[in-house]
């Protein structure tokens, strides 16, 4: 099955070679078929047909019309319900569309479905969802494997080929670790660069809306179509956003890789530091000058996070309380019962062990302890990247410490799971731009991922590394 | 141990969360794994760091002080699971 690009589907639209409805039918037809991958926590085909109605009756150029797009169920949307993947916003139906999502319907995409994805984005594998694990559409028949997380519905979408492209949320990883599960591209920008408004929020300062794509020059005009200001984001960012596609450039002559020695860990599978250096050794042939850097806090990047995240969780989870929207329990015989009742019934079990530890963290006599350290390490890991980033241009590392496992496997000890992210959490704290893209197997022959970090809002940076990586491996 | 049976049951009620006698129990594990794991943030030496609240660049931009109208009650008590005459509607919370 060769998948279509996006690039190449606006043109095949542009020249008439297939129709609006054409295009989207197939995609349905393959959703259909792959309905036990779980991809899809909301599809109703009715509603597919009824956004095609709608734009064939629309004379207007846009730049996305008609293209197949899938939404990760953590964006408000109008048109759908939005869940979260948890119990407590079960048939809840936003009143009004997230900024992203927005975007993206002015430029005349049509929403598929929205996707499955870990409990509030509180995971690494899919598996922490209400309604769901999601099967890597990579899997063998007799070993199901996770798709990564959170965004792991979204990704998988991409890998199966059922849209264009998708979008995800990264808080500390949830866009480029299922990226490199699943064998996509998935950019998570620069914090601030793409609005959060109308995306349900896990930890504030690190959340930040990014695609899923099948390459890189699709991934650079997605990602220029849901990026800029909105005022309703006090962090948005006001910068002027660059034609990423028009500027792509794979020429890196003269550039400067870092190459942060504390990312060889022990015990990191050799086929990753393989692709490591075979990335690196790609780009030495480019003429790419290699430069060794240190980022000396990155040890210390996942225990700031597992404080950070769930302190700013616990305070962002406190507005569900089965009063103004979502599940409320039936056991309510007074108010605080109502409320206790509805958040345990209501919220999954890794969810509330991450309301339970930052509430605790939070708490009077912990705060200084824990918090305000935590704030205190982020600063210095910051700082880390911003003195590399005097001595290079971007920085390439891997995504993820392995390739996809098994489901279900890790669910019993937290921080092994956390372990997953150890690559991605440093950029998310430091809020960098970072990319996952496919670069060599595992013996397995299952997909893995490099990563590639640039400045503060220098996306295009990362994306010229990114593509000319990708035209060299292809 | 950091955690025990009164911390978790303070935590618990803070959060506004019941938990069953052996729901405490798996999260006084739990949590108190993940705390000694934290621990290792005390090697850093943070005297005279400024704790980092706010990674984004940006400066807060003013806007125009006009009223903007949008008001939607209808359409927002729809989704509240409980509602009267206009208003969400709790249990009572005064005898």
């Given at each position: 099955?060769?998948?279509?690009?996006?690039?190449?589907?606006?043109?095949?639209?542009?020249?008439?070679?297939?129709?609006?409805?054409?295009?989207?039918?197939?995609?349905?037809?393959?959703?259909?078929?792959?309905?036990?991958?779980?991809?899809?926590?909301?599809?109703?085909?009715?509603?597919?047909?009824?956004?095609?109605?709608?734009?064939?009756?629309?004379?207007?150029?846009?730049?996305?019309?008609?293209?197949?797009?899938?939404?990760?169920?953590?964006?408000?949307?109008?048109?759908?319900?939005?869940?979260?993947?948890?119990?407590?916003?079960?048939?809840?139906?936003?009143?009004?569309?997230?900024?992203?999502?927005?975007?993206?319907?002015?430029?005349?995409?049509?929403?598929?479905?929205?996707?499955?994805?870990?409990?509030?984005?509180?995971?690494?594998?899919?598996?922490?969802?209400?309604?769901?694990?999601?099967?890597?559409?990579?899997?063998?028949?007799?070993?199901?494997?996770?798709?990564?997380?959170?965004?792991?519905?979204?990704?998988?979408?991409?890998?199966?080929?059922?849209?264009?492209?998708?979008?995800?949320?990264?808080?500390?990883?949830?866009?480029?670790?299922?990226?490199?599960?699943?064998?996509?591209?998935?950019?998570?920008?620069?914090?601030?660069?793409?609005?959060?408004?109308?995306?349900?929020?896990?930890?504030?300062?690190?959340?930040?809306?990014?695609?899923?794509?099948?390459?890189?020059?699709?991934?650079?005009?997605?990602?220029?179509?849901?990026?800029?200001?909105?005022?309703?984001?006090?962090?948005?960012?006001?910068?002027?956003?660059?034609?990423?596609?028009?500027n792509l450039d794979d020429d890196l002559n003269g550039k400067t890789v870092g190459i942060p020695k504390e990312y060889s860990i022990d015990g990191t599978p050799m086929e990753i530091s393989q692709i490591w250096e075979d990335a690196?050794?790609?780009?030495?042939?480019?003429?790419?000058?290699?430069?060794?850097?240190?980022?000396?806090?990155?040890?210390?990047?996942?225990?700031?996070?597992?404080?950070?995240?769930?302190?700013?969780?616990?305070?962002?989870?406190?507005?569900?309380?089965?009063?103004?929207?979502?599940?409320?329990?039936?056991?309510?015989?007074?108010?605080?019962?109502?409320?206790?009742?509805?958040?345990?019934?209501?919220?999954?079990?890794?969810?509330?062990?991450?309301?339970?530890?930052?509430?605790?963290?939070?708490?009077?006599?912990?705060?200084?302890?824990?918090?305000?350290?935590?704030?205190?390490?982020?600063?210095?890991?910051?700082?880390?990247?911003?003195?590399?980033?005097?001595?290079?241009?971007?920085?390439?590392?891997?995504?993820?410490?392995?390739?996809?496992?098994?489901?279900?496997?890790?669910?019993?000890?937290?921080?092994?799971?956390?372990?997953?992210?150890?690559?991605?959490?440093?950029?998310?704290?430091?809020?960098?731009?970072?990319?996952?893209?496919?670069?060599?197997?595992?013996?397995?022959?299952?997909p893995l991922g490099i990563q590639i970090l640039g400045k503060h809002f220098d996306e295009q940076q990362v994306f010229n590394?990114?593509?000319?990586?990708?035209?060299?491996?292809? | 141990?950091?955690?025990?049976?009164?911390?978790?049951?303070?935590?618990?009620?803070?959060?506004?969360?019941?938990?069953?006698?052996?729901?405490?129990?798996?999260?006084?594990?739990?949590?108190?794994?993940?705390?000694?794991?934290?621990?290792?943030?005390?090697?850093?030496?943070?005297?005279?760091?400024?704790?980092?609240?706010?990674?984004?660049?940006?400066?807060?931009?003013?806007?125009?002080?006009?009223?903007?109208?949008?008001?939607?009650?209808?359409?927002?008590?729809?989704?509240?699971?409980?509602?009267?005459?206009?208003?969400?509607?709790?249990?009572?919370?005064?005898?």
């Amino acid at each position: 099955m060769s998948k279509s690009s996006l690039k190449q589907t606006l043109k095949d639209l542009d020249t008439k070679k297939i129709s609006i409805r054409e295009l989207n039918q197939d995609y349905l037809k393959r959703i259909k078929e792959n309905e036990n991958l779980n991809i899809f926590i909301h599809f109703s085909e009715e509603n597919v047909l009824k956004q095609i109605d709608n734009l064939e009756k629309d004379n207007s150029e846009k730049k996305l019309k008609g293209i197949p797009i899938a939404i990760k169920d953590l964006f408000c949307t109008k048109s759908m319900p939005t869940t979260a993947a948890s119990k407590i916003l079960e048939n809840f139906n936003p009143t009004y569309e997230s900024f992203v999502t927005q975007k993206l319907l002015d430029e005349g995409s049509i929403f598929v479905g929205k996707t499955n994805l870990d409990e509030f984005a509180m995971g690494s594998a899919t598996n922490t969802s209400f309604f769901g694990n999601t099967i890597n559409p990579l899997s063998q028949e007799n070993e199901p494997l996770a798709p990564g997380g959170s965004s792991g519905g979204s990704a998988a979408a991409v890998a199966a080929d059922l849209c264009l492209g998708a979008t995800g949320t990264d808080t500390g990883g949830s866009i480029r670790q299922p990226a490199s599960f699943c064998g996509v591209v998935g950019i998570k920008p620069t914090y601030g660069l793409c609005s959060r408004w109308g995306i349900a929020a896990f930890a504030s300062s690190l959340d930040q809306a990014g695609i899923f794509s099948h390459n890189v020059e699709d991934a650079s005009i997605l990602l220029q179509s849901i990026a800029g200001f909105d005022q309703r984001d006090s962090t948005s960012a006001k910068v002027d956003i660059p034609n990423y596609f028009e500027n792509l450039d794979d020429d890196l002559n003269g550039k400067t890789v870092g190459i942060p020695k504390e990312y060889s860990i022990d015990g990191t599978p050799m086929e990753i530091s393989q692709i490591w250096e075979d990335a690196i050794k790609v780009l030495e042939k480019k003429g790419v000058k290699i430069k060794n850097i240190s980022l000396p806090h990155t040890k210390y990047a996942l225990p700031t996070y597992y404080i950070i995240a769930p302190a700013e969780a616990s305070s962002n989870l406190a507005r569900y309380d089965g009063v103004k929207y979502g599940f409320r329990s039936d056991e309510i015989d007074s108010l605080d019962e109502m409320y206790e009742n509805t958040r345990a019934q209501g919220f999954g079990r890794e969810v509330k062990r991450r309301i339970l530890i930052g509430t605790y963290v939070l708490s009077a006599g912990y705060y200084d302890a824990y918090y305000l350290k935590a704030q205190k390490v982020r600063k210095l890991i910051a700082d880390d990247f911003n003195k590399a980033f005097k001595e290079c241009d971007f920085i390439v590392t891997p995504t993820a410490p392995s390739a996809a496992f098994p489901l279900n496997e890790k669910q019993n000890d937290p921080i092994k799971m956390y372990l997953n992210d150890v690559f991605t959490v440093p950029a998310s704290l430091a809020g960098l731009p970072g990319i996952s893209i496919p670069f060599g197997k595992d013996k397995n022959n299952l997909p893995l991922g490099i990563q590639i970090l640039g400045k503060h809002f220098d996306e295009q940076q990362v994306f010229n590394a990114a593509v000319s990586l990708e035209r060299s491996y292809e | 141990m950091k955690i025990d049976k009164n911390t978790i049951n303070k935590i618990a009620r803070l959060s506004r969360i019941k938990l069953d006698d052996k729901e405490s129990e798996d999260y006084i594990k739990d949590l108190n794994s993940i705390l000694d794991w934290v621990e290792q943030l005390n090697e850093v030496n943070t005297e005279n760091v400024e704790p980092l609240s706010n990674i984004s660049s940006s400066i807060l931009p003013k806007r125009e002080d006009v009223s903007n109208d949008t008001n939607s009650s209808e359409e927002i008590l729809e989704n509240a699971p409980d509602k009267l005459e206009g208003f969400f509607a709790v249990p009572k919370v005064v005898e």
